[in-house]
């Protein structure tokens, strides 16, 4: 018989030792001397001493016991407790030798033995070979299965154990619709529930409460709650099934209908449930409702996780609000979650969304190793609050700490660049994108199509555009917008009819874009025939945007009428933007009846943009109504509305440079104004003459 290998480093702090086991002078048919080592080896057994264990049973062999069924599954169970998978198989080789390996107690050891150790392809042999017709064993292997993951594997196990004849039991349906649900295995899933029904076994609420879970899992939203609905017994587990089987559909209004429900009849829901619906109300947009939830979820004393923690501060994000922030983040603090990178990443989001880019930073600095979540928190939040500069900053600063930015980071660098037309960092990113090979990346293309056309620069937005493969509609729509906003509405609608011909199907956006190139070009035909298309060709459903497309290329074009019967006959209510532009039109084209009646509609809506009241004001003053002009100044005198100055800006040595009108406060404001006034000249001997008519302020003096 081979020695067993001692692992003494298994062994806890014993309060006896081998000092204690009886002396070897015993002759071996003692049975005193037997009974004490077969009790030593249970003692230690009990207390997780492996190594002493083995010790007791090696004297016990030595005295010639050639095996003890209690002995060697006490030792098996120790085995199955620490993970001994060598000691394990050593004593599965000495039943073996003994022939006692197939006994239904040692078949139930040994599973278990190798399925904690993993070793999962040994416990299905010892399932298989031993021809058990107890169920114990095989529901061990495929709970083990599951529980590791092997879904496959686990239903596997349960093909053979009904091809053995094996009745499975209350204990066997959980495991095997769980792998059921997992692999998305609905026909074996519908015959197992066929087997529940006809095996005679009693009513069970965890077979039921997985039944619920595997059919949601399939996608059978409606099976799992018929199921749901027809038990005689249910319990929070039930509700929580029933609650992620909606979520995983996105049928939010029916998780929180049965999430009130269950509140209402005195179920306590766990924080998995808590956090599901929450986090749905954050999908939804709802994020006031959000906070109140993670709010509610304190008061009623279930404890949070940093699921919630995220969750609410998600909801903070998205508000910009920064004291429950805070809040949230406070609490993390005295409840040691804040230790966790998800919920850094997300406190980080958090500040920036928020404007507290101090808080941010701070956060950002004192993480000692920052991944590369880490990094793209703080450069979107950077980003989405078109800092351009500090994102670029932070950019160079990863790139320079050997972390290779993702698609990720590169997009939020990309989209900030693309809406600052900054033309300089978005030409050394193009550079990046080149020289680091991401040209699998359509979206960084897209945004480099974006970040050019917003730049002014066509040309070199075709040129990009040219070279991606395999473009999208975004690609397209991206090329369109620029060519409309250049004025090349020929161009554009013939980059649009290229896209149909590739089998790229327009969306509605697309449409804006290319209704928008006809009317700043004055295709009124050609912009028609688009939107007569929309929906007969291209299936696509009429919104505010297309109406207010077609609106403004009527009203560019003079046919102000057919404008306001738009109007009148669209299935909208028109919007302030809609009236403001029939009002630009009418007063360029000095139509005053169409333009009163838009301004007096306007007007009654009661705007909190200025420039919709200068912009009436200047139709009135264009036409000399200066009794209406007056009464609009006045309406905003009441209304504390003021027209901001006019800015602009200019790029220079990697700085922006603002300008806004008549301010003075520029450190080289002398020689810029100096400048001004150069071209003013040069303007003037070159013929061109300004137009007073819609300066307010001249004419109200």
């Not at 015993?26 to 083995?54: D, R």
């Not at 200025?610 to 200066?626: D, F, K």
């Not at 150069?678 to 302020?697: H, R, S």
Request: proline share 3%; hydrophobic share 40%.
């Amino acid at each position: 018989m081979p020695q067993f290998p001692l692992r003494s480093q298994i062994s806890l702090t014993a309060r006896s030792s081998l000092s204690t086991l009886p002396s070897l002078n015993y002759p071996p048919w003692e049975p005193t001397l037997v009974a004490s080592l077969l009790s030593s080896i249970k003692s230690f057994t009990n207390q997780g001493q492996l190594a002493e264990a083995f010790k007791a049973f090696s004297l016990l062999l030595h005295h010639g016991v050639t095996y003890s069924l209690p002995a060697v599954s006490s030792i098996l169970h120790t085995c199955a407790s620490f993970k001994c998978l060598p000691q394990g198989k050593q004593l599965h080789a000495h039943s073996v030798c003994c022939g006692i390996h197939q006994h239904p107690l040692l078949v139930k050891r040994l599973v278990a033995m190798y399925s904690s150790c993993g070793s999962f392809p040994d416990a299905h042999l010892v399932v298989e070979s031993s021809r058990t017709r107890d169920v114990f064993p095989w529901n061990v292997l495929i709970s083990a299965y599951v529980k590791s993951g092997f879904f496959k594997e686990a239903l596997g196990a349960y093909r053979s154990m009904v091809e053995f004849g094996v009745a499975a039991d209350n204990f066997s349906y959980p495991s095997v619709l769980k792998a059921c649900g997992e692999m998305g295995d609905l026909d074996l899933g519908r015959k197992v529930h066929g087997k529940i029904g006809t095996s005679g076994l009693e009513w069970n609420i965890f077979v039921h409460n997985a039944l619920i879970t595997m059919y949601a899992r399939c996608g059978e939203i409606g099976v799992a709650r018929q199921v749901f609905d027809e038990m005689p017994e249910r319990d929070v587990v039930s509700g929580n099934a029933m609650i992620e089987g909606y979520a995983q559909e996105g049928m939010w209004e029916q998780a929180f209908h049965l999430f009130e429900t269950m509140q209402l009849d005195g179920w306590l829901a766990n924080a998995v449930t808590w956090n599901t619906i929450a986090g749905g109300n954050v999908q939804m947009r709802k994020f006031e409702e959000a906070l109140k939830l993670i709010s509610q979820m304190r008061a009623s004393g279930v404890n949070f996780d940093s699921v919630s923690l995220v969750v609410g501060l998600t909801a903070c994000s998205h508000l910009g609000s920064l004291r429950p922030g805070k809040e949230i983040h406070g609490f993390a603090v005295r409840s040691f979650w804040d230790v966790t990178e998800t919920f850094k990443n997300a406190l980080i989001t958090m500040y920036t969304r928020c404007k507290d880019f101090k808080g941010a930073r701070l956060l950002f600095e004192k993480i000692t190793e920052k991944s590369l979540i880490s990094w793209n928190a703080i450069i979107a939040g950077y980003a989405h609050s078109d800092c351009a500069e500090d994102a670029s900053c932070l950019f160079r600063k990863m790139v320079f700490s050997n972390i290779k930015p993702n698609y990720v980071t590169l997009a939020s660098i990309l989209s900030v660049i693309s809406r600052v037309a900054n033309l300089q960092h978005g030409k050394e990113l193009h550079c990046y994108l080149i020289k680091n090979s991401y040209d699998d990346y359509l979206l960084l293309w897209n945004s480099l199509v974006n970040m050019y056309r917003n730049s002014g620069r066509i040309s070199d937005a075709r040129r990009v555009f040219d070279l991606i493969p395999k473009k999208d509609e975004i690609s397209y729509t991206a090329l369109i917008a620029g060519y409309g906003m250049q004025g090349k509405g020929e161009e554009a609608i013939k980059l649009f009819d290229e896209m149909v011909r590739c089998n790229i199907k327009p969306d509605h956006i697309t449409m804006v874009v290319v209704l928008s190139a006809c009317s700043h070009s004055g295709l009124v035909k050609e912009g028609r025939a688009l939107f007569d298309k929309m929906i007969k060709d291209y299936k696509i459903k009429l919104r505010m945007e297309h109406y207010a497309c077609i609106v403004d290329l009527l009203g560019r074009a003079g046919l102000l009428q057919e404008a306001e019967e738009i109007i009148t006959q669209m299935p909208f209510k028109p919007s302030s933007a809609m009236w403001a532009t029939l009002i630009g039109a009418c007063r360029i084209h000095g139509n005053m009846e169409i333009g009163g009646w838009a301004a007096e509609n306007l007007l009654d809506m009661k705007p909190e943009n200025p420039g919709y009241y200068v912009l009436i004001a200047n139709m009135y003053a264009a036409a000399e109504r200066w009794d209406k002009l007056a009464e609009v100044r006045v309406l905003m005198r009441n209304r504390g509305l003021k027209k901001p100055p006019g800015c602009t800006w200019i790029e220079l040595d990697n700085r922006f440079h603002p300008f806004l009108v008549g301010d003075r406060t520029n450190a080289q404001a002398q020689e810029i104004y100096s400048m001004l006034e150069g071209l003013t000249i040069q303007m003037k001997d070159a013929g061109y003459v300004a137009n007073w008519d819609f300066d307010l302020e001249a004419l109200t003096k």
